[in-house]
């Protein structure tokens, strides 16, 4: 078939840095080509190439058989071709129909008019998202939703999914796939950027691999297998089953009590324990109030101030109004959204992790040693294997996964004695999630208190000594690594 879309030679640098080598890349009409590799392979990079975020240092791009070289995102998306990052670029202070519409308003607008024609388009892809909500009232789930939304309703010929399903649940990535299926048979053309091999294998017609910014693999993905991917990826083999916990590791003392802690509607009366020694997996559908309990313990939400529970730590009754006072005593949370919480995307790395050294006592000087900075960025991106030019490189420049090893570093440089993450995997590619996965399981043998919300099951059965599940604001059911299965914890979680 002829090509809608077809790029040649593409190459970009940043800072002498290759990040796209000379790729080939061309796509059909109606065909869904996944475009899969580590993070810091090029994925991105070559993606916001062909949508007009950066000019390509050399190559060409043709679209439906014309030269090509959108003056920017606005002039691809007049094109035909509209991108869904990976970190969503909604306005947050704009409700979600106003960002829905946000570029093709009309002359004069009603904003209930807005609002039903908003709420009509959402409900027409099953999406189950308030229009009149703010944007920046939502969880990274449904701004993935608007983001999606609004791709879809732009008509584009060609749309780029950047990890489009890393915070949807297993229903909403069901009504995710179904749109992708009405896409493709419109004749809509769709680059699919994922972690899951299994989406990829499941959804694409096509499969091309990245490794170090050059085009690896390109093949039909019917003849393709996981094993093959994964090599292609990393250019070496790597277990890529991930199994649940045989065995789990003996309680040592008890860190954190949590009593009948409730924040409005979102947690209501929800009641745990947390050893030291010991990962404590929590899952739970998007919404059923994780994050927020998790949010509560570590200062940054306050719960209810009458009837709101209790919470221990280290024996003694905590209320934490900030986040500050619950790093001094060794509590740390590690966002789901990065983006949002977790860095300073304009900063260096170097100036990020040492964020984290100045957040703790004896770490606050009214000068900075920059040899001292940079000692303890070397270590660190050595310590977490960050993949950056160097350590003056920003934030905004690294992929995902090295962004969220920063995160992850920052954290760590807390030197906490109850560490929390959330979603610590999201948007990592599978060779990162092996380290991020060796790097928890190294924490708990060395006797910290460790706890892990995952919407992914296979993650919380492989990393979980004890597996609490979540539903409608509290834990409802807990189950042992030789008790659990993937059926009964779902189960819990939508009954």
């Known amino acids: 078939m002829t090509a809608l879309l ?13 990040a796209v080598s000379a790729v080939d890349f061309d796509l059909t009409e109606g065909e869904v080509h996944a475009l899969l590799g580590e993070n810091g392979a ?9 949508a007009g975020v950066y000019p390509p240092d050399a190559g060409t791009i043709t679209l439906a058989g014309a030269p090509f070289a959108p003056a920017g995102p606005a002039d691809a998306l007049r094109h035909g071709i509209a991108m869904v990052y990976q970190e969503t670029s909604l306005v947050p202070s704009m409700t979600v129909a106003q960002n829905l519409f946000l570029g093709s308003e009309r002359a004069f607008n009603r904003l209930r008019g807005i609002t039903i024609a908003a709420q009509q388009f959402l409900q027409s892809l099953n999406f189950t998202v308030d229009p009149t909500a703010q944007v920046a009232s939502l ?30 649940t297993p229903e909403e990535r069901r009504h995710f796939f179904a749109l992708i299926n009405r896409l493709r048979r419109r004749g809509v053309a769709i680059i699919f950027i994922t972690h899951a091999l299994e989406e990829a294998l499941q959804m694409a017609d096509r499969i091309t691999v990245m490794r170090d910014g050059a085009r690896v693999l390109c093949a039909p993905a019917a003849e393709l297998t996981q094993a093959d991917i994964v090599h292609a990826m990393v250019g070496r083999e790597l277990a890529i089953e991930t199994v649940s916990r045989d065995g789990h590791r003996p309680a040592g003392a008890q860190v954190l ?11 209501r009366n929800t009641s745990f324990s947390v050893f030291a020694g010991q990962v404590t997996g929590i899952f739970g559908l998007v919404g059923s109030g994780r994050t927020e309990t998790a949010k509560i ?6 719960r209810d101030f009458l009837r709101g529970g209790a919470i221990e730590y280290e024996g003694r009754p905590v209320r934490y109004a900030t986040p500050g006072p619950a790093v001094a005593d060794g509590i740390v949370y590690v966002t789901e959204d990065r983006k949002l919480e977790g860095f300073f995307e304009n900063m260096s790395i170097a100036e990020n992790l040492h964020a984290g050294r100045l957040s703790v006592a004896g770490g606050r000087s009214p000068f900075v040693s920059m040899a001292e900075m940079r000692a303890l960025a070397a270590e660190w991106t050595e310590r977490l294997s960050i993949r950056a030019g160097s350590p003056d490189a920003r934030l905004v420049e690294l992929s995902g996964g090295n962004q969220q090893k920063v995160v992850i570093g920052k954290a760590l440089i807390q030197k906490p004695r109850l560490i929390i993450f959330d979603e610590p995997t999201r948007g990592v590619d599978v060779g990162a999630v092996a380290e991020i996965h060796a790097l928890i399981e190294h924490l708990a043998d060395d006797g910290m208190a460790v706890m892990v919300i995952s919407s992914y099951l296979p993650e919380i059965r492989a990393l979980s000594d004890r597996i609490l599940v979540y539903r409608q604001g509290r834990v409802v059911e807990e189950f042992s690594p030789a008790d659990a299965t993937d059926e009964g914890i779902m189960y819990a979680a939508v009954h």
Request: hydrophobic content about 50%; overall charge positive; charged content about 20%.
């Open 6 to 18: 077809q790029a040649r030679g593409l190459t970009k640098t940043f800072h002498g840095n290759i």
């Open 42 to 50: 090029g994925k991105s990079t070559f993606s916001k190439l062909l």
């Open 297 to 302: 313990i570590a200062g940054v939400l306050k």
């Open 257 to 267: 009590s949590v009593e009948d802690v409730s924040m409005g509607a979102l947690v």
């Open 139 to 168: 969880g990274a789930a449904k701004r993935q939703m608007v983001e999606i939304a609004r791709a879809v309703r732009l008509n584009a010929r060609v749309i780029i999914f950047d990890e489009p399903t890393a915070t949807l």
